[in-house]
């Protein structure tokens, strides 16, 4: 499996980014998809996850701002993120997995695209 992340770049306070993962798999239908985050000289956080039978996870923190979908059809996953704060700038990475358990942990992903960076200025 492999993941390509895009969409980053340098937006406004308050202002939407939608960043987007092709992934090259036969079956993505199949597999979990995550976006994660790293701040600079912070730990790689979970922002947001869509299982395979569509069901969403979200940081309490970003729920009503970012919306995780995907387009099985086209093998991507989206995040859409809305009213960004200068806290949201990191790098964004998406990640796929098999399964669909404990879907924020990090850990539990087997394949990680090569993140895209998101500036946020205030």
């Known amino acids: 499996v492999q993941l390509q992340a895009s969409g980053g770049g340098l937006v406004q306070a308050g202002g939407p980014l939608r960043l987007s993962c092709a992934a090259s798999v036969r079956t993505f239908s199949s597999y979990s998809m995550g976006w994660f985050r790293r701040a600079p000289g912070k730990e790689r956080e979970f922002v947001a996850a869509i299982n395979w039978y569509l069901s969403t996870y979200y940081v309490d923190s970003m729920k009503g701002r970012f919306t995780i979908s995907r387009d099985n059809a086209k093998n991507m996953v989206y995040l859409q993120m809305n009213s960004l704060k200068p806290e949201d700038a990191a790098v964004y990475y998406c990640?796929?997995?098999?399964?669909?358990?404990?879907?924020?942990?990090?850990?539990?992903?087997?394949?990680w695209g090569q993140g895209t960076l998101v500036t946020v200025s205030s």
């Open positions: 990640a796929a997995r098999p399964g669909a358990v404990r879907m924020t942990v990090s850990s539990e992903y087997e394949y």
